[in-house]
């Protein structure tokens, strides 16, 4: 029967990589709500734009202006923290993926040194059962001889 020396490492090496996969997974959602909510910001500049557009062809007041100038100003400011917290998270996302990656390695690494294991474990079965089966043989042989 097969027993690999080193599963309990090969589980680790697997619960680490889940928990890589986890943090990447994260790491992921946050990144597209980061880009969603500046999407969302942009499209409320579209709007405030053309809703200036509209206030050009009739006639306001210098403060519908103003107070729409002013939130255009800020509409601006949150544009620019959410790309900074875009460009933070996409930072965070690509750290993860790597991590996720080497733990892969590593686990595939794992699995492939007990392929090997399993495989040497076979060809030695294989020649213990051809060794035992020659000995039979010469046995046989040795009694049919007068």
Known sequence: MFTYNLQSVLEYRQSIEE?????FSDAERNLQREKHLLQEIREQQR??????????NRECDSRDIALT???SEELQKQENRQIET????????EEKRKELLEAV?????METHKEHQL??????LIAAERRETDDMSIQRFSRREP
Do not use: I, N, P
Not at 19 to 23: P, V
Not at 119 to 124: G, I
């Open 47 to 56: 709007g405030l734009v053309d809703e200036l557009k509209a206030l050009k």
């Open 86 to 93: 875009v460009r933070k998270a996409t930072g965070v996302f």
């Open 69 to 71: 100038l002013k939130y």
């Open 19 to 23: 928990q890589k996969l986890t943090a």
């Open 105 to 109: 390695k590593k686990r595939k690494m």
């Open 119 to 124: 495989q040497e474990y076979k060809t030695d």
